[in-house]
T-cell receptor, first 114, second 113 residues
Framework: DVKVTQSSRYLVKRTGEKVFLECVQD?????MFWYRQDPGLGLRLIYF???????EKGDIPEGYSVSREKKERFSLILESASTNQTSMYLC?????????????FGPGTRLLVL | DQQVKQNSPSLSVQEGRISILNCDYT??????FLWYKKYPAEGPTFLIS?????DKNEDGRFTVFLNKSAKHLSLHIVPSQPGDSAVYFC????????????FGTGTRLTVIP
């Protein structure tokens, strides 16, 4: 079974703080993704990575950056947290393939920015 | 612009009856479709998928139907059980699309005992 873990289930931060969200997977998957989930908006892709040290912007990368120094770990960084970044953050992984690979999700981190 | 749409934010069904969740898409390049189920405070879990070369895929109580000409897919759950109460997301990907998934906004299913 694929296991995707996220460093925190709940996080409370203040406006302007730098926030790190960590995601670790144990299945040697090439692809890793960060989404945020907001009511009425579904899941929106922030960034993804298809290899170590590689990153690609998703639909809403503004205010975020990512780091992938090791294959199993993908970090999402909020450089200066703002209240509109209060959300549920979900990490996902998938194996490299031609198309149509199922993504496996972690449990999510619910972030509150005050 | 939302390429995958779930126009019903919620659905209530009696236990034992059929639940039908609908999803529409706009991008004709999508060739793989998935349904995910999400409980509160948990990440989405994969439920069932279908490739564009098929029009139906079945797994136990869950069946997904794909109508390519209408750019429409649906998830049928028969019989519905209270444990099926969750938010259901449909998602789609395109060949050569770097494995990106495009998600709908979700439908909250409530199965009433």
């Amino acid at each position: 079974d694929v296991k995707v873990t996220q460093s925190s289930r709940y996080l409370v931060k203040r406006t302007g703080e730098k926030v790190f969200l960590e995601c670790v997977q144990d299945m040697d998957h090439e692809n890793m993704f960060w989404y945020r989930q907001d009511p009425g908006l579904g899941l929106r892709l922030i960034y993804f990575s298809y290899d170590v040290k590689m990153k690609e912007k998703g639909d809403i990368p503004e205010g975020y950056s990512v780091s992938r120094e090791k294959k199993e770990r993908f970090s999402l960084i909020l450089e200066s947290a703002s209240t509109n970044q209060t959300s549920m953050y979900l990490c996902a992984t998938s194996d490299q393939g031609l198309a149509g690979e199922t993504q496996y999700f972690g449990p999510g981190t619910r972030l509150l920015v005050l | 612009d939302q390429q995958v749409k779930q126009n019903s934010p919620s659905l209530s069904v009696q236990e034992g009856r059929i639940s039908i969740l609908n999803c529409d898409y706009t991008n004709s390049m999508f060739d793989y479709f998935l349904w995910y189920k999400k409980y509160p405070a948990e990440g989405p879990t994969f439920l069932i998928s279908i490739s564009s070369i098929k029009d139906k895929n079945e797994d136990g109580r869950f069946t997904v139907f794909l109508n390519k000409s209408a750019k429409h897919l649906s998830l049928h759950i028969v019989p519905s059980q209270p444990g099926d109460s969750a938010v259901y997301f449909c998602a789609a990907s395109a060949v050569g699309g770097a494995n990106n998934l495009f998600f709908g906004t979700g439908t909250r299913l409530t199965v009433i005992p």
